[in-house]
């Protein structure tokens, strides 16, 4: 890429949660990297600057192009798709407008308007009740740009985590383990941690079961799934070891042996990612999701829609910072 600034499209997430506050209040730093521009509802997005940001000028744009880096006005893509504007409020309407943002911004994406995609949270009760049949961003992602190999990665400064499975139940992901799915997700990762700038990545796998089934005797799930597709991907070159015991193996991460831990399913990957990033100081939220994989690039804030706390100004704009910041770094 030219010295030119990355255009981000961010998608603006559930009208009603902390999206639009994190958004204005991260877009004087964000800009200082990228030309960020909103694909969202202009007119929530004014409030929370009124209400969070009070220098910041929100201004419709037709396209992305006509965005600047301004940390003083906050381009959006205005989709005018909000009637009723109520923080916390679970509705159906919203679910809707949420996933008119993303799918905007990956039309964008594809259509090379945009560099990457950054998105604010969605809640996936209020896509179910608009229809939507996917359990996140993720899966819809990965359909609309035909992507079949793909992976969630969570980063934090001391840990980065990837994922075989996330939102499915915790039976299903037992259950549904394979080979091809352990050594999908164990190449995408290899690929995402050299497109960071790791010239040579360390993986590690952790294990399904305790102590990684302690040798057949807690499961036999390492034997005959994980082992046989670490040693297939090892053998393309990728240095990856596993299966790991999971209740060590993060703790080894974060202290600098491996540059990520595959994860078999989605909580062994997000409580140790969270613990590090939540600290139960709504000041101090951090850490960011990456959709790897695709054609195109998403980051993602690592929180939820927050409701509970939506429309009081205490949401913490840090991983919304961090987000973009590393949608810039996998663009150039």
Request: a negative charge; hydrophobic letters at 40%.
């Amino acid at each position: 890429m030219s010295d030119r600034l990355p255009t981000i499209g961010v998608t603006m997430g559930d009208p009603a949660g902390i999206g639009s506050e994190v958004i204005v209040k991260s877009h004087s730093t964000s800009v200082e990297t990228a030309n960020v521009v909103v694909i969202g509802d202009a007119s929530v997005l004014a409030d929370a600057a009124d209400r969070f940001a009070p220098d910041l000028t929100v201004r419709r744009v037709d396209s992305p192009a006509a965005a600047d880096a301004d940390p003083e006005v906050l381009p959006v893509v205005d989709l005018d798709n909000v009637s009723a504007h109520q923080y916390g409020e679970l509705s159906q309407d919203n679910g809707e407008a949420s996933l008119e943002y993303i799918q905007r911004a990956i039309e964008l994406a594809q259509a090379g308007e945009i560099d990457g995609i950054t998105t604010a949270p969605i809640n996936k009760q209020a896509t179910r009740m608009a229809g939507s049949e996917y359990a996140g961003h993720t899966g819809m992602l990965a359909d609309y740009s035909d992507t079949d190999d793909y992976s969630m990665m969570l980063i934090e400064d001391e840990l980065t985590v990837t994922h075989v499975s996330t939102h499915i139940p915790l039976r299903e992901a037992c259950s549904q383990l394979t080979v091809d799915d352990v050594a999908s997700t164990i190449t995408v990762t290899d690929e995402a941690l050299r497109d960071l700038g790791i010239d040579d990545p360390a993986i590690a796998v952790a294990g399904l079961n305790p102590h990684a089934s302690d040798g057949g005797l807690l499961g036999d799930e390492e034997a005959e799934t994980i082992e046989p597709a670490v040693d297939r991907v090892a053998k393309t070159g990728v240095d990856v070891t596993g299966p790991h015991s999971p209740d060590t193996v993060y703790v080894r991460a974060a202290a600098g042996e491996f540059d990520c831990v595959v994860s078999m399913y989605h909580d062994q990957g997000h409580i140790p990612i969270k613990m590090l990033g939540f600290t139960g100081n709504d000041d101090a939220v951090s850490g960011v999701n990456v959709t790897i994989g695709l054609p195109i690039v998403r980051t993602s804030v690592d929180h939820g829609t927050a409701f509970d706390i939506a429309g009081d100004g205490v949401a913490s704009e840090q991983s919304m910072i961090d987000a973009v910041a590393t949608a810039v770094e996998l663009v150039r």
